[in-house]
């Protein structure tokens, strides 16, 4: 998720009463996989390259698969959605990048 995104949730949520001592998830509309997601920023970047490490056996065996976090229960309650998908964020990660002088 954007960070933009992000701050607006937090905001929003630390706002709404109704939020406090409970516990939510705040998420993007895409669910992607570590490689989609690595991928998609090589080529939004430009720059850098993936390579596909096998995952050690002790790591896989707590390998969670396929599991999607929701934030259907936090967007009803405070009236949020994500304004930036996974690729426009990076653009505009990509872009602000490119006007700092390193």
Same mark, same amino acid.
């Not at 895409?30 to 850098?48: N, P």
């Not at 009803?76 to 426009?88: A, M, Q």
């Given at each position: 998720?954007?960070?933009?995104?992000?701050?607006?949730?937090?905001?929003?949520?630390? %706002?709404?009463?109704?939020?406090?001592?409970?516990?939510?998830?705040?998420?993007?509309?895409?669910? @992607?996989?570590?490689?989609? $997601?690595?991928?998609?920023?090589?080529?939004?970047?430009?720059?850098?390259?993936?390579?596909? $490490?096998?995952?050690?056996?002790? %790591?896989?065996?707590?390998? $969670?698969?396929?599991?999607?976090?929701?934030?259907?229960? @936090?967007?009803? @309650?405070?009236?949020?959605?994500?304004?930036?998908?996974?690729?426009?964020? @990076?653009?505009?990660? %990509?872009? $602000?990048?490119?006007?700092?002088?390193?």
């Amino acid at each position: 998720m954007y960070v933009e995104d992000a701050a607006e949730a937090m905001w929003l949520a630390a %706002r709404e009463p109704k939020l406090f001592g409970e516990t939510f998830f705040a998420t993007g509309d895409e669910h @992607l996989s570590v490689k989609e $997601i690595a991928d998609t920023i090589v080529a939004v970047m430009q720059r850098g390259s993936v390579a596909h $490490i096998e995952w050690p056996d002790e %790591r896989r065996r707590m390998e $969670i698969e396929h599991v999607k976090f929701s934030s259907a229960r @936090l967007r009803k @309650l405070i009236k949020w959605k994500p304004h930036y998908d996974f690729i426009s964020g @990076l653009k505009k990660t %990509r872009d $602000i990048i490119g006007k700092i002088k390193l």
